[in-house]
């Protein structure tokens, strides 16, 4: 059997997201226990508008057919932070066509920096990453950074993933993209054009133009990267929620779906299969034997997904921390929840992804399957109904979460 390509399995829901955003309204993963909103303690980014504020764009250059690269006046774009986000190579070319139609401009102040695209009457925006609410995002603030934000609703300004992209189509079914290259919390405002309001460093706007949205969007896969075609399983119907324990639960919810002759391809196994929360590890008394389960549930041609937090339990002893710890894996930002703490691993390339790797291919030998670190790190964000979902999981507040995960078996 072929295995998945970890981040091209990711790239479903990112991708989607991206593009167009997501219709999520109250549907978040521990909605069920209440509907309630949660609160929302951290800050947002300043939504002030200052329009005269504005200056065009110093640098406009041309990447490609319909394809752009605005900065502000004054930036250096050669000492600018290197993309995350855009992977094909670049050959810029200052100057744009006379025909390009779209600018950009600029307002750099000593703590922030705004870039805002005009647009036309009657055209409609889409995007702004994985949010709550309708597709429709005009007059829409959302914020890039990202949380598991318990029981949300569709006015909740930011959710598991951040992508500071938006996506304009005209009246006449031209459209345009802007990207906002930049990792810093960002706010996106749809309530006058497209606006990117950032705390960081000063940042590039990608703009790519085409006669439809279509095209737009392969422009933007072309830039970013394209996805590799997932299993065909993988597109089948997923049964999954906060979660089925012990083994055998999970073994009825199997037989069920067939006896039932309910189609499923795929069932979903959430934390409460672990030793403490301890990523890496099973729980004895209630997963004897993960490896003969795997089987069993294939033999039922059911796959498996054995979700993994990104967030490692800080506990001296605990084989996953020491190693983490001896070969200083971390990154500074710790967070309350689990017993002692949550450390994150780091992300560099070869170092910090050999010690994931390593951990990943002797967890995929007793378990019987692909287990994949979720992907998109978040910070679970306690609100109203925390008391509720602490009951069923002590991690709650404040925990080390993500914004996705995947596994193949």
Same mark, same amino acid.
């Given at each position: ?6 981040? &091209? ?139 598991d934000a318990f029981a949300y609703d569709k006015d909740f300004p ?27 919390? &960002? ?52 049964? &999954? ?22 189609? &499923? ?145």
């Open positions: 059997m072929k295995r998945l390509n970890v981040i &091209c399995f990711l790239k479903i829901p990112i991708f989607l997201s991206s593009v167009v955003g997501l219709m999520l309204i109250s549907a978040g993963r521990h909605s069920y226990l209440s509907a309630q909103k949660p609160k929302f303690e951290d800050r947002v980014i300043d939504a002030s508008f200052d329009e005269k504020a504005l200056r065009p764009a110093g640098i406009r250059q041309s990447i490609g057919s319909g394809m752009a690269r605005f900065a502000a006046e004054g930036v250096d774009i050669g000492s600018l932070p290197a993309s995350l986000a855009v992977t094909a190579p670049i050959r810029a070319k200052n100057g744009l066509p006379e025909d390009f139609g779209i600018e950009v401009y600029f307002h750099d102040a000593p703590d922030d920096h705004t870039a805002f695209v005009p647009i036309e009457p009657g055209t409609s925006l889409y995007g702004t990453g994985e949010i709550a609410g309708p597709l429709l995002r005009n007059g829409r603030i959302t914020q890039t950074w990202n949380y930011q959710l598991y993933q951040s992508h500071p992209w938006a996506l304009a189509v005209g009246p006449d079914g031209r459209a345009f993209g802007a990207l906002a290259d930049t990792t810093y919390r &960002c706010l996106i405002d749809l309530s006058r054009g497209i606006r990117f309001k950032t705390e960081g460093h000063p940042f590039a706007v990608y703009v790519l133009a085409g006669r439809s949205p279509q095209e737009v969007l392969k422009k933007l896969a072309a830039s970013t990267g394209t996805m590799s075609l997932p299993p065909r399983w993988a597109l089948g119907y997923h049964q &999954c929620r906060w979660s089925y324990h012990p083994e055998s639960k999970v073994r009825e919810i199997a037989e069920e779906f067939r006896r039932r002759g309910i189609p &499923c391809d795929v069932i979903w196994l959430d934390i409460d299969y672990m030793d403490g929360f301890r990523i890496f590890t099973f729980d004895r008394n209630q997963f004897p034997n993960p490896k003969a389960l795997n089987a069993d549930l294939r033999s039922l041609r059911f796959h498996t997904v054995w979700m993994i937090d990104p967030g490692v339990k800080k506990e001296p002893g605990y084989f996953v921390y020491d190693q983490g710890s001896r070969g200083d894996h971390w990154v500074g930002l710790q967070r309350r929840g689990l017993a002692g703490g949550v450390r994150f691993p780091g992300f560099h390339p070869a170092r910090d992804a050999r010690l994931v790797g390593r951990t990943l291919r002797r967890f995929h030998g007793p378990g019987g399957g692909r287990c994949v670190e979720r992907h998109e790190r978040a910070v679970d964000l306690p609100g109203p109904n925390e008391d509720h979902a602490r009951g069923q999981c002590p991690s709650w507040r404040g925990s080390a979460r993500a914004g996705n995960a995947c596994s193949v078996s």
